[in-house]
């Protein structure tokens, strides 16, 4: 069983950054699906980022200020967030996937808040 852990949140202000951490309990070369979802008080959880068979897609509500990247050799997505607005304020999940409909993984959650 994959299991995937959140790290990196906290509270910032608007405009600034912050840098989140996925790290996987095993090696995530098989992964072919992996992204980041958010969550707000209220709220529908909602897609941020994914990428899938080597290409990267982005909501448009963070495009040009949110980056996915990936550490093969530390088992570890990163969600770099720039330029940060209140509306940014959720709870950011991890999510991976083997591809073709094998497997939906999630982390547990990591809370961001973003001051005005």
């Known amino acids: 069983q994959l299991q995937l852990v959140e790290s990196g949140g906290g509270l910032v202000q608007a405009g600034g950054s912050l840098r989140l951490s996925c790290a996987a309990s095993r090696s995530i070369l098989s992964l072919n699906i992996m992204g980041w979802y958010r969550q707000a008080p209220g709220k529908q959880r909602e897609y941020v980022v994914i990428?899938?068979?080597?290409?990267?897609y982005y909501a448009d509500s963070v495009k040009g200020r949110f980056t996915i990247s990936r550490d093969n050799a530390k088992n570890t997505v990163y969600l770099q967030m720039n330029s940060l607005k209140p509306e940014d304020t959720a709870v950011y999940y991890c999510?991976?996937?083997?591809?073709?409909?094998?497997?939906?993984?999630w982390g547990q959650g990591t809370q961001v808040t973003v001051s005005s």
């Open positions: 999510n991976a996937g083997y591809g073709m409909g094998n497997g939906n993984y």
């Open positions: 990428t899938r068979g080597g290409s990267t």
